[in-house]
């Protein structure tokens, strides 16, 4: 028994048929096009870096600011009513103060060491602190990711502020967070509460 394989014949081309395969040029207009959405999207991821970082930074300071907001509503309520020789205690002392020279304010920092103004004195109404916060680490332990964080506490005595109509202290911690991510970046804002006097029965 004999297997006779016979040879294929190729298909007879169509006189309207293109040619196959790309030109030089097509392949050069191909690689511009690639490269344009290759720098696109890098930018974009970017893009998305550097707003991840930014909600990082903001996000610390917010939680600092409301840290030290915390802490400012827990000061003594002792002595409501203006600042005076025979009234010296309460928050509402700390918020007549008007320059911060007065009467301190007894805060901790995130180190948890007293906070001081910028000139290492003590720390008042409408002074401002400065503090330095590390993010992360490297592999060696050591700190990266520096921000300067710098909060300014405005307490306003409600009764003064209103002729007597209102009682309590309001409390505003204005904040500005400075930080470096290819350029340096600042973010400023600010925290608010009332805290109201409670009458002694």
């Known amino acids: 028994m004999h297997i ?3 040879p294929q014949t190729a298909l007879p081309r169509s006189p309207h048929s293109t040619k196959c395969g790309l030109t030089l040029a097509e392949v050069m207009i191909s690689m511009i096009i ?3 959405s290759a720098l696109g999207l890098t930018r974009l991821l970017y893009q998305i870096r550097v707003t991840a970082e930014d909600n990082v930074h903001q996000q610390t300071a917010m939680v600092m600011a409301q840290g030290y907001l915390e802490q400012l509503c827990r ?6 009513g203006p600042y005076n020789a025979s009234n010296i205690a309460g928050v509402l002392n700390i ?14 920092n995130s180190s948890g060491l007293p906070v001081t103004n910028q000139s290492g004195g003590n720390f008042g109404n409408g002074k401002t602190s400065s503090e330095n916060i590390f993010l992360d680490q490297d592999a060696s332990g050591n700190p990266i990711m520096k921000m300067q964080f710098q909060f ?6 409600l009764a003064v502020a209103s002729g007597g109509t209102a009682s309590g202290v309001e409390i505003t911690v204005n904040f500005t ?10 973010f400023s804002s600010s925290v608010r509460t009332v805290r109201s006097v409670v009458p002694v029965m």
């Not at 967070?177 to 600042?186: C, D, E, F, K, L």
């Open 4 to 6: 006779v394989i016979k």
């Open 34 to 36: 690639l490269a344009f």
């Open 75 to 80: 000061l003594p309520y002792a002595n409501p």
């Open 95 to 108: 918020a007549d103060d008007t320059v911060g020279t007065t009467v301190p304010i007894s805060m901790i």
């Open 152 to 157: 300014t506490p405005v307490l306003t005595d």
């Open 177 to 186: 967070v400075t930080y470096s991510y290819g350029t340096t970046r600042t």
